[in-house]
């Protein structure tokens, strides 16, 4: 074995995901074995560490780095996380891999510290092989009909993502767990400091980046759009739309939830009159609550949501505005 190796960033998402780098390992262990290389672990915080271990299951790695001292925000801007990532690999003259979970907060973080870096990205990989000293990622195309071998033609450090549903459970979980290090980066100086602090208005908001988003769907009538867009300011939310909100000119098509729009994972999402189609829930896989309004209780939204609502939009959504407005005082 040389002092090669391989990363692999753990992020539990805050809890959320709490078996995801623990499917990574697994992985990230099977490569190491075919190359010879050290299998590491990197985190966003100690605490993430912290959890892993204290989940009782074990893993084992060569070295477990931590990115930062901050306090630990699960929901951290990315940019200040891959401006970390990036740093750290920059000086890890021994990094051969970078591998990253393809959920959308990974996928996004892989491809800033790429194009940080101008590093090669072989993306969502179902599968990585080690052949002839080059390595190959395999990826489905054509909706998973067909599979793509992707290789780096440059040296390394490479940067991967894997598709999270292809990463198995270990096996068997390690005994114990075998930490070599625990702080590196940890106790450094924040490389970032918040300067001032201003709140985007939520008309601006993007649907990827906003921690609530709305949707309309074909359910919503062009009238009420004023009261969903009212509803929106008022929570500090996003508004989205269904492929068919697109079509109707509900929402501009960059607003676009779903397969051929855009994946996102907000907090909370709201789907106003949208019947939940494979090609929409495809989308909002990784929304963390989902709340549904539909005439139709058997909507298959209804099925994704943690919260069903048979109501009307249209008399809805101005009952939802009323309730959330700041109240009026009224100085006696
Ligand atoms: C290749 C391909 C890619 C696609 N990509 C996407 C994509 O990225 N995103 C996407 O969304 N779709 C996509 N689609 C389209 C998808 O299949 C559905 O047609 C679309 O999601 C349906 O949009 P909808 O839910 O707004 O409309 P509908 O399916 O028509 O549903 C409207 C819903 O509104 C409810 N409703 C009606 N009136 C009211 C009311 N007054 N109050 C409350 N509820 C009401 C109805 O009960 C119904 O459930 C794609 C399709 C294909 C073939």
């Not at 040296?155 to 590196?184: F, G, K, N, S």
Request: proline share 6%.
């Amino acid at each position: 074995m040389d002092d090669a190796a391989l990363w692999v960033y753990l992020d539990d998402e805050g809890g959320r995901q709490a078996d995801l780098p623990l499917r990574l390992i697994a992985e990230g262990q099977r490569l190491a074995q075919a190359t010879g290389w050290r299998c590491c672990g990197i985190v966003r915080h100690p605490a993430v560490a912290a959890r892993l271990q204290a989940g009782g299951r074990g893993f084992e790695l060569d070295g477990l780095f931590a990115l930062g001292a901050d306090p630990e925000c699960p929901d951290a801007a990315i940019a200040v996380v891959a401006e970390r990532l990036a740093a750290c690999v920059a000086a890890a003259p021994d990094l051969r891999v970078l591998v990253l979970p393809g959920t959308t907060v990974g996928a996004d973080l892989a491809a800033r510290v790429a194009a940080r870096l101008g590093r090669p990205l072989l993306s969502q990989c179902v599968d990585l092989e080690w052949s002839g000293q080059r390595l190959i990622g395999r990826r489905a195309v054509c909706s998973g009909r067909a599979h793509q071998m992707v290789s780096p033609t440059v040296d390394p450090p490479w940067v991967v993502t894997l598709d999270p549903q292809v990463l198995e459970a270990p096996a068997a979980p390690a005994p114990h767990a075998r930490v070599a290090t625990l702080a590196t980066g940890a106790d450094a100086a924040p490389m970032t400091a918040v300067a001032r602090v201003w709140r985007i208005p939520a008309a601006e908001l993007g649907v990827l980046d906003a921690q609530v988003v709305l949707s309309v769907g074909r359910g919503v009538a062009a009238d009420a759009l004023a009261q969903v867009h009212e509803l929106a300011a008022l929570l500090h939310a996003a508004v989205g739309g269904s492929r068919e909100a697109v079509f109707g000119g509900l929402v501009q098509r960059e607003r676009q939830v779903g397969a051929s729009g855009k994946w996102i994972a907000p907090r909370v999402y709201v789907a106003l009159g949208i019947s939940g189609s494979t090609y929409h829930l495809m989308g909002i896989r990784e929304a963390r609550h989902v709340v549904a309004i539909n005439t139709d209780p058997t909507a298959p939204i209804m099925a994704r949501a943690e919260v069903g609502i048979v109501a009307d939009v249209a008399t809805l959504v101005p009952a939802l505005v009323q309730a959330a407005r700041p109240a009026a005082v009224t100085e006696i």
